[in-house]
């Protein structure tokens, strides 16, 4: 990027099952980012959205609700963008690409959905979706059975990856202990985790329900705006990079275990940043089920395809390894209101850059690396945010 461009602000409601309705979210996390940047509405010369919604909600028209929040914000334009479980990372790119495109100096993007109103049924199949619907048996799969079918071709090619992802499961609940923001604050036990129970039944063979993420409200949103004017802000996180690389979305036309599109925008996003993964402080990752936060660290390269364990068994990935992932708690404790993931990222990410991530922040921190994913490795999206103090 020949412009750059930084967080400036961050808003982030409560995920979880919430009483509130999409646009008292939006407006929720709006105010709170807008506030804390300590910027003036009127000085946002654009608002995105960042909105899956596939019939989950009756506001079809949502990207304008953003104007609720301030007075100011009238007559600013806004704009929607969907790109499955990465919409929020959609949005980013799109806020980027205005300011890159010198059509604005500052935006606010925000990243929401409202889910928990719906049956599991009605939310499964507005998610399912997202999958690829001209061919007879790819359509059939809710999201739970495409990435059991990741972990079935896993098995058939490496071995059994149900200890690791029993493993990240335990992991992520007891990271989500100390974010007061996520869903699910509650502990698992690596046992409880890998033992398939009443309490925990299979959910898509092999998948129990201890591997899948929580349906989830909630909302996030940061303020972005260009290097130069980042300088007068009180705190900032700056872009290293930022990369969008899709692959095909028949799955029967691409290897999905290889996790080709993931693995490649990691490569991109580190050479664009200039930085290795060994530079990397923490990673926020898509573990929409946990099979996909094991072929993440295969992916990004901290254990070789296949040894996705490793990781795990060297501490790695631990809170106090040499790269802590999903210090939220991730999709998998944290929630995954699908339009808010890839906003809640970047948001979370800047808050441990700057300062200002209370419980999760680690003693040092001067890059966080960031992975949205939309669909079955479909739409990829891998950010390298660095600390930027004015």
């Known amino acids: 990027m020949d412009q750059g461009i930084s967080i400036v602000g961050s808003g982030h409601t409560k995920f979880g099952r919430l009483e509130q309705n999409l646009e008292t979210l939006i407006v929720e996390a709006t105010r709170e980012a807008v506030e804390e940047a300590g910027i003036a509405p009127g000085d946002i010369d654009a608002v995105f959205l960042g909105h899956f919604n596939s019939g989950m909600v009756t506001d079809g028209f949502a990207a304008s609700l953003i104007h609720q929040a301030y007075p100011e914000l009238r007559f600013k334009p806004a704009s929607r963008a969907e790109n499955a479980c990465a919409s929020g990372s959609a949005a980013i ?10 059509k604005a100096k500052t935006v606010l993007v925000v990243g929401a959905e409202k889910m928990t109103h ?24 809710s999201f739970p059975q495409v990435f059991g079918v990741a972990a079935q071709q896993y098995t058939d090619r490496y071995g059994s990856p149900l200890d690791a ?67 007068s802000f009180a705190k900032a996180a700056r872009f290293r990079s930022a990369v969008h690389v899709s692959d095909r979305l028949p799955m029967a036309s691409r290897d999905f275990v290889a996790f080709e ?56 990935v631990y809170r106090d390894g040499r790269l802590p992932v999903n210090l939220s708690g991730g999709l998998k404790a944290k929630g995954h209101p699908v339009g808010a993931t890839g906003v809640s990222m970047h948001a ?43």
């Open 118 to 141: 719906r049956s599991t049924a009605d939310v499964t199949g507005a998610l399912a979706g997202a999958g690829y619907q001209n061919d007879e048996n790819e359509k059939k799969l």
């Open 348 to 390: 979370i990410s800047y808050r441990q850059l700057t300062g200002q991530a209370g419980e999760l922040q680690l003693p040092e921190t001067q890059l966080g690396l960031i992975f949205n994913m939309g669909g079955a490795a479909v739409a990829n999206y891998v950010s390298v945010l660095e600390t930027q103090q004015a």
């Open 165 to 231: 992802m029993a493993h990240i499961a335990a992991k992520n609940h007891q990271n989500a202990m100390r974010n007061p923001l996520a869903h699910m604050q509650k502990a698992f036990s690596f046992e409880a985790c890998s033992q398939v129970s009443d309490k925990n039944p299979e959910i898509a063979p092999p998948l129990r329900l201890t591997d899948c993420s929580l349906v989830t409200d909630g909302a996030a949103a940061i303020v972005l705006t260009t290097d130069d004017n980042a300088a």
């Open 261 to 316: 599109g993931p693995e490649r925008a990691f490569g991109m996003a580190l050479e664009q940043a200039g930085v290795a993964l060994d530079d990397i402080d923490f990673a926020e990752v898509h573990d929409c089920f946990t099979i996909a936060e094991l072929l993440t660290y295969e992916a990004m390269g901290i254990a070789p395809k296949g040894q996705g364990m490793r990781a795990i068994e060297d501490g790695s």
């Open 93 to 102: 790119h799109a806020g980027m690409n205005t300011i890159l495109a010198g």
